[in-house]
Nanobody, 114 residues
């Protein structure tokens, strides 16, 4: 069992930046580390992925603005978010997947508003 804890959310003005962290209670070296988000009244959607093999993928809506990274040595994944827009407002969830195991964090709120 791996527990994931997100941090770094908050309120930011349009055009601003935030950096999210996802700390895992166990080793993430073999896991695909992913970020998802869920806006009010909408379904949870994929944001970014960083596989254990080094493959990175982004949703089209965040490509060029968000950067996913990971530090296996400290079991932490990150999501750097730049040029934030009001439509980026959502609860952001960290997700870790290995084979059939699928772990989720509790989420962190990101609000983009002037």
């Amino acid at each position: 069992q791996v527990q994931l804890v997100e941090s770094g959310g908050g309120l930011v003005q349009p055009g601003g930046s935030l950096s999210l962290s996802c700390a895992a209670s166990g080793s993430i070296s073999s896991m695909s580390m992913n970020w998802y988000r869920q806006a009010p009244g909408k379904e949870r959607e994929f944001v970014a992925r960083f596989t254990s093999g080094g493959i990175i993928k982004y949703a089209d809506s965040v490509k060029g603005r968000f950067t996913i990274s990971r530090e296996n040595a400290i079991n932490t994944a990150y999501l750097q978010m730049n040029s934030l827009r009001p439509e980026d407002t959502a609860v952001y969830y960290c997700n870790a997947v290995v084979v059939v195991l699928n772990y989720w964090g509790q989420g962190t709120q990101v609000t983009v508003s002037s």
